[in-house]
């Protein structure tokens, strides 16, 4: 069974930087397209960033381009989302999602694996 596991979450005030990561692992680990979700308190979860296999198609929502940037090391089945000029509406809990095949998608439903979060949280 695959495993998601993100770090790099915390605390930073407006205008900073934060860099997460999602490393995945257990079993035959095969992930194509990795993405990143993310859930702010009463919201829904919400589509930010995908990444195809080969690290050259990527794709992000309206509310974060120019700001984050989407990547991957696959020797190290690690994918990263840097997150520059932060905002306070940037704040909430950051999943990693992963998918066996390799079409970039932006819908939740297509991912078949997710890690457990990491909390994001921008000051004002």
């Known amino acids: 069974q695959v495993q998601l596991e993100e770090s790099g979450g915390g605390l930073v005030q407006a205008g900073g930087s934060l860099r997460l ?3 995945a692992s257990g079993g035959n680990v095969r992930i194509g397209t990795m993405g990143w979700f993310r859930q702010a308190p009463g919201k829904e979860r919400e589509f930010v960033a995908t990444i195809g296999w080969s690290g050259t198609s990527t794709y992000y929502a309206d509310s974060v ?35 066996p ?7 939740r439903s297509d991912y078949h694996y997710w890690g457990q979060g990491t909390q ?4 004002s």
């Open 21 to 23: 990561s999602c490393v």
């Open 65 to 99: 381009k120019g700001r984050f940037t989407i990547s991957r090391d696959n020797a190290k089945i690690t994918v990263y989302l840097q997150m520059d000029s932060l905002k306070p509406e940037d704040t909430a809990v950051y999943y990693c999602a992963g998918r």
């Open 101 to 107: 095949l390799r079409p970039i998608t932006t819908s």
């Open 120 to 123: 994001v949280t921008v000051s």
